[in-house]
């Protein structure tokens, strides 16, 4: 393992269920990884465990890489959507879970003509989007969010997107902050202050 990989998982560890991933060579790759946790008994389902505590019958993963959170949820018993546009990373989503749909699309530009109970982006995907496009990422998920739904972003603070733009693109998206937490354990926020997972609901 080289140096980069060792930082790379060891931040995967600490805190408890704060888990991002910011290089990775393809889907495969990236699923390796939590693949490994998994086998060493980490538990890689923090995001999954929060969605399912808000009891959605349907999800959006809006940003689903490979999957790993939608086919949890799917595992579960929810219905579930995935929206990425890495092929590679749909790509092994596919293989992983053939059951559900996934879709190859820019989330800023999505109009999948429904909504669902929850919209989740987990791992940081307003950190991928290109630069600039994070306004119409939040407006790409509030679009799918169901009037009494719930749209829950969580990614790593202090990497070029801050709580200030999320807050004002969500309430230009027409959302409302309803919680925030410093992890998907739901511990109080700012905890360390390095990750925020916040959970919004329509405000019109
Ligand atoms: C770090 S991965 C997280 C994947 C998955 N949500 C998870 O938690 O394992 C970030 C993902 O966001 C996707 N992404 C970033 N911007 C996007 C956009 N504008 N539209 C669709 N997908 C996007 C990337 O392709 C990548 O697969």
């Given at each position: ?7 790379q998982v ?13 290089q ?18 980490k538990?890689v389902?923090g ?7 808000l009891?959605p ?6 940003g689903?890489?490979?999957g790993?959170v ?12 995935g929206?990425?546009n890495?092929?590679s990373m749909?790509?092994t989503?596919?293989t ?20 669902f109970d929850?919209?989740v982006?987990?791992g ?10 994070q ?5 790409g ?5 169901a ?11 202090g990497?070029?997107y801050?709580?200030t ?7 230009d998206a027409?959302?409302?902050l ?5 992890t ?7 905890g ?6 916040s959970?919004?609901?329509?405000s019109?």
């Amino acid at each position: 393992m080289d140096a980069r990989v060792e930082w790379q998982v060891s931040r995967l560890l600490a805190p408890r269920h704060t888990i991002w991933l910011m290089q990775w060579d393809g889907g495969d790759d990236y699923q390796r990884r939590f693949d490994a946790l998994a086998a060493q008994g980490k538990d890689v389902h923090g995001e999954a465990d929060f969605v399912s505590g808000l009891a959605p019958e349907s999800v959006l993963d809006a940003g689903c890489g490979t999957g790993r959170v939608a086919i949890e949820l799917a595992r579960r018993g929810v219905e579930v959507v995935g929206v990425d546009n890495d092929a590679s990373m749909l790509a092994t989503a596919r293989t992983r879970g053939p059951g559900i749909e996934w879709i190859q699309a820019d989330v800023t530009a999505l109009d999948l003509g429904r909504q669902f109970d929850v919209v989740v982006m987990a791992g940081n995907v307003p950190l991928f989007t290109p630069p600039g496009t994070q306004a119409a990422l939040v407006a790409g998920g509030a679009r799918h969010v169901a009037p009494d739904g719930f749209f829950v972003i969580g990614f790593q603070l202090g990497r070029g997107y801050e709580l200030t733009e999320l807050d004002q693109h969500c309430a230009d998206a027409g959302l409302e902050l309803d919680a925030r937490f410093a992890t998907w354990g739901r511990d109080p926020f700012p905890g360390d202050g390095s990750y925020a997972v916040s959970v919004l609901r329509r405000s019109t």
